[in-house]
């Protein structure tokens, strides 16, 4: 086995989409996403979206439209969107595909089931949302979403993706 400096599976700079690099140098707060109920609930970690106020505020993201999110949010209307911080690292990669999680995701945190899909336990705050609209935009959706509740509490660095990779919050 070799000891990689870089991603071994990178490709070439030059073969690398401008746009997509353009996108990760933005950086964001990350969140997760979830939906559903029983064997039926999915989640998924975003980090393209943007809070509009308003009466009635409304959450705009972009999800991967063949996700199992995108197919819960469809077909309850209502998802939980969770602020993550950075002791969610590792849940965050489980829920976005891109580390091992034995039994599902929804296993390696303590979720509470309640009317608009799994809300995990210990975060630093959360949204209700309900479905308003969706639309293809480029090769995500384009989701639409009315803010039916907000809870806070105490306030924590967020977790931040950036170029790949989730920034250490500093003190």
Known sequence: MTI???HPFLDPESERDPVRRFRGRLGGAVTLWTSGADRGRAGLTVSSL???G???ARL???LDPDS???EALQRTGRAVVHLLGWRHRDLADAFAGVAPAPGGP???AEFESGAWGPRLVDVPGWAAVTLESEQQVGWS??????VDEVELGEDEPPLVHRRGHYVRPTD
């Open 54 to 56: 308003g009466e009635p």
């Open 60 to 62: 705009l993201a972009l």
């Open 68 to 70: 199992d999110l995108a």
């Open 4 to 6: 990689h400096d870089t």
């Open 106 to 108: 929804f296993r390696l």
């Open 141 to 146: 959706s384009l989701v639409s979403c009315v």
């Open 50 to 52: 943007m809070v509009a």
